[in-house]
Nanobody
Framework: QVQLVESGGGLVQAGGSLRLSCTAS??????MGWYRQAPGKQRELVAT???????NYADSVKGRFTISRDSAKNAVYLEMNSLKPEDTGVYYC??????????WGQGTQITVSS
C-alpha cells in the first residue's frame, strides 16, 4: 500500500523560507510534484519533477521555489524562498507511478503573514 507523508509546513513571515518534504513507500514513482490549494480556490500545480530531473514550475513561483527529489529515498522536496502572503494554502505532494496511478499526501498548511 502506497503512503505519502509530508512535513515542513508552518507559519512564516513574508520574505521568509520554508522547506517541504514528502516521502513515500510502496512503489517506484515516475513523476513527483507539489500542488497547493488556497481557501476558496481550486488546487493548482506548484512544481513537478520527472525521474530524469526535468522540472516544471507555475509562473507564480519561478525563481523563488525549487523542487528536487531523491529517488533512492522516494522523496521529493520543495524549497520555498521569498514567500508571499499569496503563497498561503495547503500544500500537497503527488506522486505518479509507472502505471500512471496518482497518489496524494495528506496536505500540510503553509501560512505566510504580511
Amino acid at each position: 500500500q502506497v503512503q505519502l507523508v509530508e512535513s515542513g509546513g508552518g507559519l512564516v513571515q513574508a520574505g521568509g523560507s520554508l522547506r517541504l518534504s514528502c516521502t513515500a513507500s510502496g512503489s517506484i514513482f515516475r513523476r513527483m510534484g507539489w500542488y497547493r490549494q488556497a481557501p476558496g480556490k481550486q488546487r493548482e500545480l506548484v512544481a513537478t519533477i520527472t525521474n530524469v530531473g526535468d522540472t516544471n514550475y507555475a509562473d507564480s513561483v519561478k525563481g523563488r521555489f525549487t523542487i528536487s527529489r531523491d529517488s533512492a529515498k522516494n522523496a521529493v522536496y520543495l524549497e520555498m524562498n521569498s514567500l508571499k502572503p499569496e503563497d498561503t494554502g495547503v500544500y500537497y505532494c503527488k506522486m505518479t507511478d509507472k502505471a500512471t496511478r496518482d497518489y496524494w499526501g495528506q496536505g500540510t498548511q503553509i501560512t505566510v503573514s504580511s
